[in-house]
């Protein structure tokens, strides 16, 4: 069974920083894209940033609200995928979510999301 686990989520100020872990058990994650969304009150679902599989090369993307300050990367050994979170905003206040992907952009794995709060 496929698990994906987010982490790290929380209250902090605006300025500061958070990093989200998203743990997976149940696949290699090394194998799959992976993806931050996020989901804030009231709003649709959004992109936030991919990394491609492990051989494809490390490949990134980001949505341009985000690009510059947050960044995804692998930890292979620990099977798990990060978002670092730098200079944030009131307005990246959201649920946010990792997703998994065999094909990019089919994302069938999705964990159960952590909640991000930055205070003004």
């Known amino acids: 069974q496929v698990q994906l686990v987010e982490s790290g989520g929380g209250l902090v100020q605006a300025g500061g920083s958070l990093r989200l872990s998203c743990a997976a058990s149940?696949?290699?994650?090394?194998?799959?894209?992976a993806a931050w969304f996020r989901q804030a009150p009231g709003k649709e679902r959004e992109f936030v940033g991919d990394i491609s599989r492990w051989w494809s090369g490390v490949s990134t993307a980001y949505a341009d609200s985000v690009k510059g300050r947050f960044s995804i990367s692998r930890d292979n050994a620990k099977n798990t995928v990060y978002l670092q979170m730098n200079s944030l905003k009131p307005e990246d206040t959201a649920v946010y979510y990792c997703?998994?992907?065999?094909?990019?952009?089919?994302?069938?794995?999705w964990g159960q999301g952590t909640q991000v709060t930055v205070s003004s």
């Open positions: 997703a998994a992907a065999a094909n990019k952009g089919n994302y069938a794995y």
């Open positions: 149940g696949l290699t994650f090394s194998r799959f894209h």
